[in-house]
């Protein structure tokens, strides 16, 4: 059976419940999408994690090697990475010391064997869907 993203409204409610976000391959450059997507999320109000081997800190947060490096609670990991390192990536989500509710592929990026293994450890799996389009869309500012 071909995967499909939660509704819309399913989703709308996983941004309001979730709102510390690990991001995998966030740059430290601003001029990246990485870097804009979150950096619009902190401002919406969102937690930020950053995971970068290469990085200490991005947008005032400490940043992590890998995932299994966070200590804390994360309601989202959110990836930007190319579809076919994604693999290893949903093997660390799985592993998480606090497992996560969601895992989001950004907009282009589609792994269905990594969200089947994801999915069947009952974490929401969202692809090919940029994290702030959907909260601009669902959860506009007032």
Known sequence: MAFENPSREVIKQLLTDNKTIAVVGLSDKPDRTSYMVAEAMQAKGYRIIPVNPNATSILGEKCYPTLLEIDEPVGIVNVFRRSE??????????????????????????????????????????????????????????
Request: aromatic share 4%; proline share 5%; hydrophobic share 45%.
């Open 85 to 142: 390192d994604i693999g290893p990536i949903a093997e660390q989500t799985v592993q998480m010391k606090h497992k996560p509710n969601v895992f989001w592929l950004q907009l282009g990026i589609v792994n269905e064997e990594a969200g089947q293994l994801v999915a069947e450890q009952g974490i929401t799996v969202i692809m090919d869907r940029c994290i702030k389009v959907e909260d601009s869309i669902l959860l506009p500012r007032k």
